[in-house]
């Protein structure tokens, strides 16, 4: 017996819904107040961009867009001072930063979100504290440490000081915390011990966090500019950003063009690891925000 194939019932079309015209004025304040605040953070940094393309004889302040741009600024600025060796020192800083923050944040924020040991509260609230003393107010004390240490006019005096912060801390123990507490019982049931837990479970799921802690490790070594010029002397050690204040106060050298062009030296790194990241940057800014 033959079977007929049944159609299916046709449903109306569905009619559009309108927005109602007080949520559209919501929507385009939102949208209005976004677009402000992109061009109050970017304007700066275009507007330095657009300098540092301007020619030797072009007026700083003449209209927006330059109208011989080159690349001649960045040459200059490379045979001014010697930009690769203050590259390489802040490099070696930066890499430094990121290598300890990511070791003893990521060990010392596991350790603040595991229960079962006294004191725990106490050193978590005392860690928390420190952030209310701002750098100003320790950074005496801090240099007579580390000349007590030997470790002036070095770049390991330079690191020193940044090798964990508390932030990437308490970073790393939200992060901690919002993995599944079945997750790792299961690990336990499996015959794991702490440090393998800690490995190959923790350190996996927080992979957003640490991205968090990369950068800004990054981003806070590589744009320091007050403790490397309490601790260093020497211009051979210098760092990226006291080469380019001798470069900004130089006599011979006056020109906001070069300027220019050193700042976005400076910055260019910082935006490729940004952008290099940024997928697990944000995914990091919202973990542990909500314990599972």
Known sequence: MSTVPRTPPRLPPRTPQRTPPRRRLGLAARYATLTLMLVVMLGPIVWQFLTSLRGR?????????????????YVRVAESFPLLQYVGNTLIVAVLAVTSNLLFAAMGGYALSRAGWKGRKSVFTVLVATLMFPFESVM?????????MGLVDTLIGVWLPGAVSVLNIMVMRAAFLAVPREVEEAAVLDGANEWTRFVRVFLPAAKGALAVVCITSFMGAWDDFLWPL????????YTLQLGLKTLAGATTVNDQRLIAAGAMAALLPMMLLFFALQRYFFKGVGEGAVKT
């Open 230 to 237: 309490l601790v260093l002397t020497n211009s051979d050690h």
């Open 140 to 148: 005496i004390s801090m240099f007579l440490t580390v000349r007590g």
């Open 57 to 73: 004889t072009e007026n700083v302040y003449d209209g927006v867009l330059p109208s011989q741009p080159t690349l001649d600024n």
